[in-house]
């Protein structure tokens, strides 16, 4: 059983910085693909940010590229979203999820960590 807790959330002012962290249970940390999600108010859930298990590969989401910055540190089985200049339009519901290596589907989830963009 895979166990992930969010924290870091928070109200962010536009232009300021925020880091998410998401401490993962798990035997084996470097055996799961890790991704950020968000979900705004009447929207769907939409990928952000993903990292390889070993963390040498990271993807972005188009709306993010350049603002958001995903990092592990399989020592710790923690990964991490840095959020820099966040604009109101960021401003959701973030979930981190893992997957094993050879899944298509994000099986485990965590509760979720609002963020909140505002002045």
């Known amino acids: 059983q895979v166990q992930l807790v969010e924290s870091g959330g928070g109200l962010v002012q536009p232009g300021g910085s925020l880091r998410l962290s998401c401490a993962a249970s798990?035997?084996?940390?470097?055996?799961?693909?890790m991704g950020w999600f968000r979900q705004a108010p009447g929207k769907e859930r939409d990928l952000v940010a993903r990292i390889s298990e070993s963390g040498s590969t990271t993807y972005y989401a188009d709306s993010v590229k350049g603002r958001v910055t995903i990092s592990s540190d399989n020592a710790k089985n923690t990964v991490y979203l840095q959020m820099n200049g966040p604009k109101p339009e960021d401003r959701a519901v973030y979930y981190c999820a893992a997957r094993r290596t050879a899944a298509y589907d994000y099986a485990y989830w965590g509760q979720g960590t609002q963020v909140t963009v505002a002045s």
């Open positions: 798990v035997r084996t940390f470097s055996n799961y693909v």
